[in-house]
């Protein structure tokens, strides 16, 4: 075990040797992925398998995915610096650190979808002020920079960088403040979150996404946020027992873990039911209203049949809601476990559904269902995020005071 | 964008969009600035009492 001035004070280490070779491993998986991002940059985006039916394909799955699942830190921060939770104040920066790697891989992977980068900030100067993508990525733009600044402190609270005064005093005062960040971030994943589900529910062209709602707002807007701040704590909850599990160290106690659960199950439930109604008054009203059977939209394909329906809303849905709001599911801890998993898993589904399912189903009589395989690149740069991910989280945890009660629970002695 | 700019319209929209846009941007940066003017004087006057 391996203590340097780099590392924080009371807590153990691998080995310099190990710690590089699990980055090596990792940092090639990344450079897999960033050779399929320049050829997509340079080659253009020929090099994916999207079409004139596939505007939208994997990378937007993954961006609503990792945008989703990234909500555990607007929502536990919501919790921890509104609300008062101070007990979730042992996880919040972990959920933060998991926060910040999910934006900023889901602005990579738009960096890449826009086929021209270099235009990226088109959107900010020419915006189309009647667009929901439009709030979107204002939002998200915005949210990534008050994560980095909710993640700089951390980064402060280093024991070598912590010696400098003036990062001292600065990671102590934006420490005091928080909540004014927290309160912005979390305005801001409302909307983002929201508007990324209203995307879908607005096109009236398309009869299997389209909702109706309240004033400019379908349904879907308020689904994909509640469903974010559900299922984000479950995905930060994951992370912190994998993490658990490959460092061979209890890090966060249960107590906490157990919160974080019982507020996500409760969440969940409700979001669940809520869905479900949406569900049944678009199967009931809406679809038909358009000329469309329940049915249409689970049959005559080789992939999307509804199975793809019971496994988002009974088994990834209303399974995981029932074991984290019971007491007896939330201290199993095998079963704490798979509830958070079905709920990641859940939400997951919901977005490739509300994505890709979405632009398979046919919407004029005379069309067949449009399938869809990625390319090589696409999955390679899908996946680059994940790399990418690995790297952040395993230097943060060599280097940062990630966790409270880490020295607590593995005293050294 | 700004108003000043050629594509701007005096509309609800672009107030409502770039409101938020601006309205967030600037707490964003006011609550960056009082941290990082907080510490510089924080700083000074420790060194200030460490002299004396």
């Known amino acids: ?413 | 964008m700004f108003p000043f700019s050629f594509e701007w319209a005096w509309d609800i929209p672009h107030l409502v969009f770039h409101g938020a846009l601006w309205y967030v941007l600037s707490i964003v940066g006011l609550g960056l600035t009082y941290c990082i003017i907080k510490s510089a004087v924080d700083t000074f006057r420790e060194e200030d009492n460490g002299h004396h």
Not at chain 1, 50 to 60: K, P, R, S, T
Not at chain 1, 119 to 128: E, Q, S
Not at chain 1, 177 to 204: E, N
Not at chain 1, 313 to 333: F, H, S
């Open chain 1, 1 to 413: 075990m391996e203590t340097t001035p780099l590392i924080p004070q009371g807590v153990k280490r691998c080995s310099k040797l190990q710690f590089s070779l699990w980055m090596a491993a990792a940092g090639a998986v990344l450079l897999w992925g960033v050779y399929a991002m320049y050829l997509v940059w340079f080659k253009g985006l020929n090099q994916t398998n999207m079409n004139d039916a596939y505007g939208f394909a994997l990378w937007i799955w993954a961006d609503l995915a990792v945008i989703a699942l990234g909500g555990g830190a607007f929502f536990t921060g919501f919790l921890t610096y509104i609300i008062g939770k101070d007990k979730l104040k042992n996880i919040i920066n972990y959920a933060v650190i998991i926060g910040f790697i999910c934006y900023s891989s889901a602005l990579l992977i738009l960096a890449i979808d826009i086929g021209q980068p270099l235009r990226g900030w088109f959107i900010f100067w020419h915006a189309n002020v009647h667009s929901m993508l439009t709030e979107v990525a204002f939002c998200l733009s915005c949210y990534f920079a008050v994560l980095t600044i909710e993640f700089l402190p951390i980064i402060f609270e280093n024991p070598k960088l912590d010696r400098v005064p003036f990062l001292h005093h600065l990671s102590h005062n934006m420490h005091r403040i928080m909540a004014v960040f927290a309160a912005t971030g979390v305005f801001l994943s409302f909307f983002h979150q929201g508007s990324l589900g209203g995307v879908s529910g607005v096109l009236f062209g398309r009869p299997f996404a389209f909702r109706e709602g309240i004033n400019v707002w379908p349904w879907t807007f308020f689904l994909f946020t509640w469903s974010a701040a559900a299922c984000g704590p479950c995905f930060t909850i994951l992370v912190t027992w994998i993490t658990e599990k490959l460092t061979r160290k209890k890090l966060v106690k249960d107590d906490v873990i157990q919160l974080l659960a019982k507020i996500s199950g409760w969440m969940l439930a409700t979001y669940i039911i809520a869905k479900i109604a949406d569900t049944l008054y678009w199967a009931m009203v809406t679809a038909p209203s358009m000329g469309f059977s329940f049915m249409d939209f689970y049959s005559g394909n080789p992939v999307y049949g509804i199975w793809i329906l019971i496994l988002e809303i009974v088994i990834c849905g209303i399974v995981p809601a029932v074991i984290l709001i019971t007491r007896k599911g939330r201290e199993a801890k095998s079963l704490l476990m798979l509830g958070v998993v079905l709920a990641v898993v859940g939400v997951c589904v919901n977005r490739w559904v509300m994505i890709l399912q979405m632009l398979a189903v046919p919407v004029v009589p005379f069309e067949e269902w449009f399938m869809y395989a990625p390319s090589w690149q696409e999955v390679a740069t899908t996946i680059l995020p994940v790399a990418y991910g690995i790297l952040v989280i395993s230097l943060a945890h060599r280097y940062l005071p990630v966790f409270p009660q880490e020295r607590e629970l593995n005293p050294t002695n």
